[in-house]
Nanobody, 125 residues
Framework: QVQLVESGGGLVQAGGSLRLACAASVRTLSTYDMGWFRQAPRKEREFVAVISWSGGRTNYADSVKGRFTISRDNAKNTVYLQMNSLNPEDTAVYYC??????????????????WGQGTQVTVSS
């Protein structure tokens, strides 16, 4: 069983930055690929970024490439999402997710078994 707790959300002006963290209560986070997803009001949950178990591979949604960076510290059982150049379209609840490591980095909501409760990110114009 993996429990995930996100933190770091809040209200920020357009152009600003936030750093989200996802703390995992698991014996060895390094056996899991980790993803970030988001869900805006009246929209489906969507993929944002994913990082492999070692941190050596990443993948991003086109909408956040060049602005967001996913990273992880397996010694601290924590995954991060650095978000720069935020705009109002980034407003959403952000969720981290975990799934056993695999060869392919997964981007589908249904491909992850473990989810956090989410943290709200609001970007004002």
């Amino acid at each position: 069983q993996v429990q995930l707790v996100e933190s770091g959300g809040g209200l920020v002006q357009a152009g600003g930055s936030l750093r989200l963290a996802c703390a995992a209560s698991v014996r060895t986070l390094s056996t899991y690929d980790m993803g970030w997803f988001r869900q805006a009001p009246r929209k489906e949950r969507e993929f944002v970024a994913v990082i492999s178990w070692s941190g050596g591979r990443t993948n991003y949604a086109d909408s956040v490439k060049g602005r967001f960076t996913i990273s992880r510290d397996n010694a601290k059982n924590t995954v991060y999402l650095q978000m720069n150049s935020l705009n109002p379209e980034d407003t959403a609840v952000y969720y981290c997710a975990a799934e056993r490591a695999a060869l392919r980095l997964r981007v589908g909501v249904n491909e992850y078994q473990y989810w956090g409760q989410g943290t709200q990110v609001t970007v004002s114009s």
